[in-house]
């Protein structure tokens, strides 16, 4: 009977929630879903517009669950590029006992860091992919101050921004997470991104402040920039023993002790309650200080300062895990992961502050309802219907490897599950959790736990159920490629070229390929120039398939600016059946919604039935293939929602076919009237180089057309904040190199996609389209700047005369 509960055709559920309802108290846990609502169901016809209600068994965690779900943490490690983050991994590998050995990230040894497993992470000494991996620490309460076994999943995290994406998946999965810092250069671009991510996934972290050992280590200015420039409360909850060179340990203001590593590798550690001399001062004003802040977000501590109390270890152990699970607050660890020191309190703060699985707020779409229904939360019990979310694929040795968080319910090796978004039905054969790429079978997961299984078709983002819910849960923040590249395989072309790009498309959402219609070429397209370098790279060395490549382009965007009302009629009557659909409404200018990443919408207000509902869906689709390509450039129209109102139909005459016609019809009518412009992706860029060559750096980008906007000097060195536009940043690392002898470094995010006048970018564009002329031979020439022109129309060449600008010439 289990078929009742899951994956029924929408019209099917009024027949079943109109069946009796089962009599056995097994069945009503069987069907979860409907069953409720049967009682009321009289009250409803089949043809009543009133959504169906829906009630879902509470499923209360039992003791084993609790027993488990409280010593269970799932966390990443985020950060700015080279921040420490894998070697900061590698040490909680080992001093969990998970690595007998530590390795090095680019080490002589040559063997690299255990979560650095791809042979090009291990060469050019970056983080690629993220890694998954689990241990058990035996983490010391702040509380109790006894010790209790954790049990840890952990994700280390690439930095650079052309590979966001891991971060965003991982995010999307875990319950918490380590922002790591550099003692010297602090909050970086890429650590505001990555706080934005995690605010996006309400997850709470932990701040570390690593390379202690660096000159010029200031973990106050860190904390202050974690304040003012992430915008959230924090405060040490340790203060450092020596500084730079000197760094020996660090004084824990929570328990008042001070904690030194010794033995090889730092492995031993060693509590003394005698806090040193020189630090003791410092240690009280901080204390006092972290108590402050505490104040500000905790309501019970508050009430103690007020009341002129200081508050105990304990009371301010459970304030900062108070306010560190409710987003409020993050405390902030020390410690230098190549130097060994302060890794392992770190660890036990990973334990003691941050949520369980049962902490985190998750919640599930039943897909019966429409879109935009209350959302129903999950409980991660064992018992509850399985709920598990695939966040990442991997194409491997045995087939097809998928990443998985188990919400809710067990996952066990051999059942069944199913598939939410193509209601499949599916075995596990393999079940396996994941250290780095070693793998371990096991025969069954519990609910927050991650694991992976093996020969499990589906995408990226899917849900799967055991067929007894009809839950989805909401998929992860993909964001679009910023950076196009034309590809041609080098001699022959074989069948590995299109293996090796189906394998990435799969594998990487914000990696895309397509043919470009005109040119014929392969196009592909990513989030920077990096990604799509390691990609063909890639190609080389796990298909045997070389490349070549032309210059990386911009994907610009097109979007409209104005309210425009639209009235299109669709009217066809020749021959055969005739086509009749009118639509009437208003596009408009949407901003883009951070939380969901949406900047496309189509909304229908038709009332009365002047268009029938069942065509609704085909004008919706309409709206959004109008917008896969603007007339402006050619490119995606983004920013734009669609309001439909009224129309009108024939009996005979209008279908779906029509409707969808005359929506885009529509569009394209008023497109020009809603004043559409280009967009072009602006990156946040950040220049670290030594002083003496600030004026040389900030001549560099100005070249650019960026605009400067802060630059601090510390010391010796200087950074240098701009907004530059993406196209103008090729080549820039080489440029970079020369200016400042090799020793600036330099790094961007994707900032805003900025609002340019289209008369400078068509400009551009133009000039870009002469170049290439210039250098193709004659014929080509002809073909191209006719193409050009065609594509442009005459309002193209209006402009330019406006500008003054030579028109292309042929
Ligand atoms: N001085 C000092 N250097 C460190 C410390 N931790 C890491 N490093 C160095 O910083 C560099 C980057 O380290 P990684 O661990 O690869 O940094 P990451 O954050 O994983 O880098 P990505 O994954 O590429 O973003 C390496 O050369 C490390 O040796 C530290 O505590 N002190
Ligand atoms: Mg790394």
């Not at 499923?59 to 080279?82: C, K, M, P, T, W």
């Not at 971060?167 to 003692?183: N, P, Q, S």
């Not at 309190?345 to 897909?367: F, I, K, Q, R």
């Not at 189509?602 to 509902?613: C, K, W, Y």
Request: charged residues 25%.
């Amino acid at each position: 009977m289990q078929p009742f509960a899951r994956g029924l055709p929408r019209s099917w559920h009024w027949a079943l929630r109109s069946l009796p309802r089962p009599s056995s108290s097994k069945l009503l846990t069987v069907f979860p879903l409907g069953w409720r609502a049967a009682s009321t169901a009289a009250a409803h016809s089949p043809e009543s517009t009133e959504l169906p209600q829906y009630s879902y068994p509470k499923y209360e965690l039992s003791e084993a669950d609790l027993n488990r779900i409280n010593f269970q943490r799932n966390i990443g490690v985020s950060a700015h590029i080279d921040s420490g983050k894998t070697t900061l991994t590698e040490r909680v590998l080992f001093y969990t006992g998970r690595i007998r050995e530590i390795h090095e990230v680019r080490g002589r040894d040559a063997v690299g860091a255990k979560m650095d497993s791809m042979e090009l992470e291990r060469e050019k000494g970056i983080t690629i992919q993220s890694a998954a991996t689990f241990c058990d620490w035996e983490a010391l309460s702040p509380t109790t101050g006894e010790k209790q076994k954790y049990a840890i999943n952990i994700i280390d995290t690439p930095g650079h921004v052309d590979f966001t994406i891991e971060v965003e998946r991982a995010l999307r999965v875990l319950d918490g997470a380590i922002l790591v810092l550099c003692a010297v250069s602090g909050v970086q671009s890429q650590t505001t991104t990555v706080d934005r991510q995690m605010r996006r996934y309400n997850i709470p972290r932990i701040s570390f402040i690593n390379k202690m050992d660096r000159p010029g280590a200031n973990p106050w200015r860190i904390i202050d920039q974690i304040r003012s420039k992430l915008k959230i409360a924090a405060a040490a909850v340790q203060v450092p023993i020596g500084v730079e060179d000197e760094f020996k340990g660090v004084v824990d203001l929570v328990r008042w002790k001070a904690i030194y590593n010794e033995g090889e590798k730092g492995i031993e550690l060693v509590e003394s309650d005698e806090i040193p001399a020189l630090v003791i001062d410092l240690a009280k004003e901080k204390r006092a200080e972290l108590i402050e802040q505490l104040a500000e977000v905790d309501d019970e501590i508050a009430d103690i300062v007020l009341a002129d109390e200081t508050p105990s270890g304990h009371q301010i152990a459970e304030a900062i895990r108070r306010a560190t699970v409710g987003l409020k607050f993050s405390p902030v660890f020390l410690g230098s992961a190549i130097k060994n020191t302060a890794v392992q309190p770190m660890l036990d703060g990973v334990c003691a502050y941050l949520a369980n699985p049962a902490e985190s707020v998750v919640t599930a779409h039943d897909t019966r309802l429409p879109h935009g229904s209350p959302p129903v939360p999950l409980v991660p019990a064992a018992e509850a219907p399985l709920v598990a979310l695939a966040f990442k694929l991997e194409e491997g040795r045995f087939g097809q490897l998928t990443y998985m968080r188990v919400y809710q319910g067990t996952l066990k090796k051999g059942s069944f599950i199913f598939n939410a978004r193509t209601d499949r039905k599916v075995k596990v054969p393999r079940l396996v959790r994941l250290h780095s790429n070693e793998m371990e079978d096991i025969d069954s997961i519990g609910p927050g736990e991650i694991c992976a299984v093996f020969g499990v078709e589906c995408s990226s983002g899917d849900t799967f159920t055991d067929g007894s819910s009809s839950f989805s849960m909401t998929s992860m923040f993909v964001p679009e490629p910023v950076i196009s590249l034309a590809i041609k395989p080098q001699g022959q072309e074989t069948p590995n070229f299109s293996r090796a790009l189906n394998r990435f498309q799969k594998e990487d959402p914000t990696f895309k390929v397509h043919i470009d219609r005109e040119s014929k070429e392969t196009i592909i397209s990513g989030m920077g120039e990096l990604h799509l370098e390691i990609y063909i790279e890639r190609m080389r060395r796990e298909y045997g398939v070389v490349v070549s490549s032309g210059k990386p382009r911009v994907a610009y965007r097109e979007t409209i600016t104005e309210r425009v009302e639209f009235y299109h009629t669709h009217k066809k009557q020749t021959g055969g059946a005739g086509q009749f659909a009118r639509v009437i409404g208003y596009v408009e200018p949407v901003p883009f919604d951070p939380e969901n990443g949406q900047d496309r919408e189509f909304v229908n207000t038709v009332m009365g039935g002047n268009i029938p509902h069942n065509y609704i869906p085909a004008c919706e689709k309409g709206w959004f293939e109008a917008l896969e390509k603007g007339t402006l450039s050619g490119n995606p129209i983004v920013g734009a929602r669609m309001v439909l109102q009224d129309g009108s139909y024939h009996v005979v005459d209008s279908s779906e076919l029509a409707f969808r016609i005359a929506t885009i019809a529509a569009f394209r009518e008023i497109y020009s009237k809603t004043k559409p412009m280009i967009l072009e992706p602006l990156m946040m860029v950040e220049v670290v180089a030594p002083g003496e060559f600030q004026a040389a750096v900030i001549g560099s980008l100005n070249a650019r057309r960026g605009t400067i906007l802060d630059s601090e000097v510390r010391d010796e060195e200087f950074t240098c904040t701009a907004e530059v536009p993406l196209n103008d940043m090729f080549g820039y690392s080489s440029q970079l190199r020369g200016v400042t002898q090799g020793k600036g470094e330099f790094s961007m995010e994707y900032r805003v996609s900025e609002l340019k006048r289209t008369d400078g970018i068509l400009r551009r564009l133009t000039c870009q389209c002469y170049r290439m002329c210039k250098k193709s031979s004659k014929r080509h020439i002809n073909r191209r700047c006719l193409r050009q022109r065609s594509r442009y129309g005459g309002r193209e060449v209006r402009l330019e005369l406006e500008l003054g600008i030579l028109a292309l010439r042929i």
